[in-house]
């Protein structure tokens, strides 16, 4: 074969080898394209909790320690020397004003004040008599003033034994609850002795002092609220109604009291009570739980997630950060869903599964 020819044939079989091996190609190319042109596997949605953002009141406070005293308190004793006839009520047991609760013997008494009344009949007459007399110039007008300042000192001891005989019955001064009884009936007591105690609690009332460099923020009225350690799941209201107009020299504070409604008796005289007094609300703010920011830089950054599950990282403004949650001054709406929980596992653009958390009832405090 010529040189020509065989020239020929190789360049023949290099366009079949070619036309070959495009052909595989385009056959790989093919199966491939078919391969990816079913649907691609979906990325399965991330679980992360959220928070619906909420506009809510915040308070600027002034935190506290404070003690709760009664409304009306005093202890009973004895105004005269006696012995206990009766007892008319139960330890804890609620009493109304004018209600007897202790009876002191009165046959002595009762003795006294007949004889007081005896010896002022006695003195009438005889002055009555004696005024006749210096008329008629029979008594001297020293013997007639005389019988005057006897009758007068008769009276005054009648007015005495008779309020003896009204103190011989111990009555209740106000609407309370009786508290321990130091006597017995039948046991003599001297005038002074310590019979029982007598509490109003409702409204209870709470001191606390106030540093002097809030003076100026206190005023009448002013709400404060407290909680106590016997009921850490409740808390109280009230409103301030004393300031003292003095600073104590010692502490340099101020004492602050205030009332609290206290109808079921739950609240008692000497507990110990955490008060925030409020000194100024902010009302209608947007805020999130601090724990949604992302700080990059000096600037801050949210998910939110959108309508479709999906994600976006969205840049906002932030305020005070109140108690675990923050203001937010720009950059969301009210409603928009924040992620708080599982926002390290994302990125813009991620599908999410939300468990919202509520945060309804918290109330936003700055602790000045």
């Avoid at 078919?34 to 979906?42: D, Q, V």
């Avoid at 009291?257 to 902010?282: C, H, W, Y």
Wanted: glycine share 6%; proline share 2%.
């Amino acid at each position: 074969m010529k040189l020509f020819e065989r020239k020929q044939v190789f360049a023949n079989n290099m366009l079949w080898g070619v036309m070959i091996i495009s052909l595989l190609c385009y056959g790989c190319s093919k199966d491939v394209k078919a391969e990816h042109s079913g649907s691609a596997p979906a990325v399965p949605a991330v679980n992360v909790v959220g928070f619906k953002t909420v506009r809510k009141d915040f308070s600027d406070v002034i935190s506290m320690v404070g003690t709760l005293e009664a409304n009306e308190s005093v202890n009973i004793i004895s105004e005269i020397n006696g012995t206990i006839e009766k007892i008319n009520f139960e330890e804890g047991q609620y009493v109304k004003k004018g209600d007897i609760l202790f009876q002191i013997e009165k046959k002595k008494l009762q003795a006294s004040y007949d004889q007081a009344m005896a010896n002022l009949k006695l003195a009438e007459t005889t002055a009555q008599r004696y005024e006749n007399l210096v008329i008629n110039k029979a008594v001297s007008q020293q013997e007639y003033e005389q019988s005057v300042a006897t009758l007068e000192s008769n009276r005054a001891a009648l007015d005495l034994v008779r309020e003896q005989l009204e103190d011989a019955t111990v009555t209740a001064a106000f609407d309370g609850f009786m508290g321990e009884r130091f006597v017995s009936v039948g046991q003599f007591v001297a005038q002074g002795t310590r019979l029982s105690s007598l509490f109003n609690q409702d409204p209870i009332k709470v001191g606390f002092h106030l540093p002097e460099r809030y003076l100026s923020d206190v005023e009448i009225d002013q709400t404060i609220e407290m909680k106590v350690d016997a009921y850490k799941e409740k808390e109280y209201e009230g409103e301030v109604y004393f300031i003292d107009p003095k600073i104590d020299e010692l502490t340099r504070t101020v004492l602050v009291k205030a009332q609290v409604d206290n109808p079921s008796g739950e609240l008692r005289e000497g507990m110990f009570a955490n008060v925030n007094l409020i000194i100024s609300v902010t009302k209608n703010a947007l805020a999130i739980p601090e724990r949604a920011l992302i700080i990059k830089g000096d600037k801050v950054f949210v998910y939110v997630v959108k309508e479709d599950q999906t994600v976006e990282m969205r840049s906002i403004q932030e305020g005070k950060r109140l108690d675990g949650m923050v203001i937010v001054k720009e950059g969301l709406k009210e409603g928009e869903v924040v992620v708080t929980e599982g926002y390290q596992k994302i990125g813009p653009g991620a599908t999410v599964n939300v468990r919202l958390e509520d945060m309804s009832e918290k109330k936003l405090y700055e602790i000045i």
